[in-house]
C-alpha cells in the first residue's frame, strides 16, 4: 500500500512515518471537494473547494521532536477526520509531523534540536537540518500561495514538555516587530483554555518564530501537558484544547473574548549555557514556573553564579544538558495585558508560585 493510500484511510501518522515506503508527491480530491496535496513526508495541504476572500492560512505542526507525542496523535487525528469526511475546513490547511525518524527512535532528536533551525537556511549537516530546511519551505510555498487580500496567517506549533509544570497547558508568542500577537490568537487562547502565555522578548529560530517572523502569522508554540509514550495520552486533558482548534480551522471566525484566569509571563531573561560546568541548584524534576525569590541562587556557569533580579522570577525550560551556547533556561515574571487589537503589556508585577 503506498503513502497516498495510507493517508487515504487516515492513516497520516502511520504513513509519515513508514520508511519502508518510498515517498512519492501526490493530490487527489474528496468527495465533499476538499484538494489534498502529500507536498512532503508528513506534509498535507487541505484547500477547501471554495474559499471566501477573508480565508485563513492555517499551520498545524508537531513532531518537531519526536517524543512529544500527544500533539503528534492529535494532528493525526485531524488529518483522519478530515480525509475521511468527517471534519470540513473551511479556511487552508496545512499539517505537518516534522521529524518521523525521531517518532521511530522515540526520541527528541536524532543528532539536533530542530527547534532551533528555523533560521532561512542551515547547512544540511545532519537530517534535522534538512528537515527543517525542507519544512521553511513548505511554510513559504503555503503562505505564499494565500488567495486572501489581506491574508491571516496562522501556525500552532504543538508540542509537550519534558518536565512537570505549574500550567498543564500553555503557549508561548514568539517575540517579532510584527504585529503577530492580534486579540484574534489571544482569544483563541481563551477558548482553548490554555492556562498561561508566555511572552518572549527576543527572537529565537523556533518553527513558530519562523512562521511570525518572516511571514507575519499568529503563531504561538503550545505545551500540551507532559511527554509520554504514543498510544498512552490522555486526551480527556486536552478536549478543550482540540475543540478550539476544530472551531478554529471549520469556523469562519472565534468570539473576540479575553480572560484574566489565563496567566500572562513575560520572559526577564534568556540564560545562555557558556561553560561545560554549568548545573542548577534545583534538582531535574523541578516544576517549569517555579518560582524563585529575589537573590535566590538557581544557576552556577563555571564561576558566574545566577540570583533571581528584582521582584524574583520563575524558571521555564531550565535544561542543564543543552551544549554550550544554547539557551539554559528562560527567567519570566507576571504580567498584565491590555487587549487591543495588539495586545501589549501594560504592567509587570512580580512572579509567583
Known amino acids: 500500500m503506498t503513502l497516498i493510500e495510507q493517508i487515504k484511510r487516515g492513516q497520516f501518522l502511520k504513513a509519515t512515518c513508514d520508511f519502508s515506503q518510498p515517498f512519492v508527491a501526490g493530490e487527489w480530491v474528496l468527495d465533499s471537494g476538499l484538494h ?14 471554495e474559499l471566501a476572500s477573508d480565508t485563513k492560512d492555517i499551520v498545524l505542526s508537531c513532531g518537531v521532536h519526536g517524543d512529544e507525542t500527544s500533539p503528534i496523535e492529535l494532528v493525526q487525528q485531524i488529518a483522519s477526520g478530515v480525509v475521511l469526511g468527517q ?17 521511530n527512535h522515540q526520541q527528541r532528536f536524532m543528532a539536533e534540536n530542530m527547534n532551533r533551525l528555523f533560521q532561512v537556511r542551515n547547512f544540511e549537516k545532519n537530517n534535522e537540518c534538512r528537515i527543517a530546511n525542507a519544512l521553511q519551505l513548505a511554510i513559504n510555498s503555503f503562505y505564499g500561495t494565500s488567495i486572501a487580500i489581506k491574508p491571516e496567517r496562522w501556525h500552532l506549533d504543538l508540542h509537550c514538555a519534558i518536565r512537570p509544570s505549574q500550567h498543564d497547558t500553555f503557549a508561548i508568542s514568539p517575540y517579532t516587530d510584527k504585529q503577530t500577537r ?13 492556562d498561561a502565555v508566555l511572552l518572549s522578548n527576543k527572537p529565537s529560530p ?10 507575519g502569522a499568529q503563531a504561538l508554540t503550545v505545551e500540551l501537558g ?3 509514550k504514543l498510544g498512552h495520552n490522555d486526551f480527556t486533558v486536552l478536549a478543550p484544547f482540540r475543540h478550539a482548534i476544530l472551531q ?10 479575553w480572560t484574566s484566569e489565563v ?7 534568556t540564560i545562555v549555557k557558556r561553560q561545560t560546568e ?16 529575589e537573590g535566590d541562587e538557581f544557576a552556577v556557569d563555571g564561576s558566574q553564579t545566577y540570583t533571581a533580579s528584582v521582584g524574583g522570577e520563575a524558571v521555564v525550560f531550565p535544561n542543564r544538558h543543552v551544549v554550550v551556547g544554547q539557551r539554559a533556561v528562560l527567567m519570566v515574571k507576571k504580567a498584565n495585558l491590555i487587549f487591543d487589537e495588539q495586545v501589549r503589556v501594560c504592567a509587570k508585577s512580580n512572579a509567583s508560585s
Open 278 to 293: 554549568f548545573y542548577f541548584t534545583f534538582n531535574d524534576d523541578v516544576a517549569n514556573f517555579t518560582f524563585f525569590a
Open 248 to 257: 478554529l480551522i471549520t469556523d469562519v471566525a472565534l468570539p473576540i473574548i
Open 226 to 228: 507532559r511527554v509520554g
Open 36 to 49: 489534498c496535496q502529500l507536498l512532503y513526508r508528513g506534509v498535507l495541504q487541505i484547500t477547501p473547494r
Open 87 to 103: 471534519i470540513q475546513p473551511v479556511h487552508r490547511l496545512l499539517l505537518i509531523i516534522a521529524h518521523p525518524e525521531a517518532i
Open 206 to 215: 523556533t518553527f513558530a518564530w519562523y512562521s511570525a517572523e518572516y511571514h
Open 263 to 269: 496567566e500572562v509571563y513575560q520572559v526577564s531573561r
Open 182 to 194: 492580534s486579540n484574534k490568537l489571544f482569544s483563541f487562547i481563551h477558548h482553548a483554555k490554555l
